[in-house]
């Protein structure tokens, strides 16, 4: 079996500016090119899971999604390091019609993509790691059974109740992190 990485994409990878969708708009966090490089030598899969409910409100396409992490996934490359796989949710509960209104099982809190990512690379879940800015990451890998669950704290976790938190650990930077 295998163990990942398993990462939020904004606030994480890149500044969450809302809605991101282009190159133009897509900045890279600080740390986390190095924290890749120690999950990766250190034998760590590194797999992205993100909602994307800006596709079910219209604001963009899945095609510019994966023209977007198919880029991102290409910076990466250059420094080195492997994303195997980017999954996004691309429904909401409310916004999308017919094609993405759905409460689906992927969008987090709910573990659908962690659950597939799994599947497809063989993960011991009880070994990965899951880094979000948001109560609804940790609280999917929680239900994915991710043994190790980061909440680094951003305006998202702020307006979360940390007492019960589904968290393992928080951090205020990448850079704390250490495997
Ligand atoms: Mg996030
Ligand atoms: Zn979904």
């Not at 120690?38 to 899969?45: E, G, M, S, T």
């Not at 409310?94 to 993960?123: I, S, T, V």
Request: negative net charge; proline residues 2%; charged residues 25%.
């Amino acid at each position: 079996m295998n163990k990942a990485l398993l990462l939020d994409r904004d606030g994480i990878i890149n500044h969450d500016l809302a809605y991101v969708h282009k190159v133009a708009d897509f900045s890279f966090t600080d740390h986390i090119f190095s924290l890749c490089q120690q999950a990766k030598a250190l034998d760590y899969f590194i797999i992205v899971v993100t909602n994307q409910a800006g596709i079910a409100r219209g604001l963009y396409t899945e095609q510019a999604v994966r023209e977007l992490h198919q880029w991102m996934i290409a910076e990466f490359k250059k420094a080195d390091i492997d994303i195997q796989k980017a999954y996004y949710c691309p429904h909401h509960p409310e916004h999308g019609g017919l094609q993405y209104q759905h409460n689906c099982l992927c969008r987090k809190p709910m573990p659908g993509m962690l659950l597939q990512a799994k599947r497809e690379f063989d993960l011991d879940m009880s070994q990965s790691v899951m880094i979000g800015d948001r109560e609804s990451d940790v609280k999917a890998a929680l239900a994915a059974k991710v043994n190790r669950r980061i909440l680094v704290k951003s305006d998202y976790t702020q307006a979360d109740n940390l007492d019960d938190t589904a968290a393992t650990e928080i951090v205020e930077c990448l850079s704390e992190i250490k495997f």
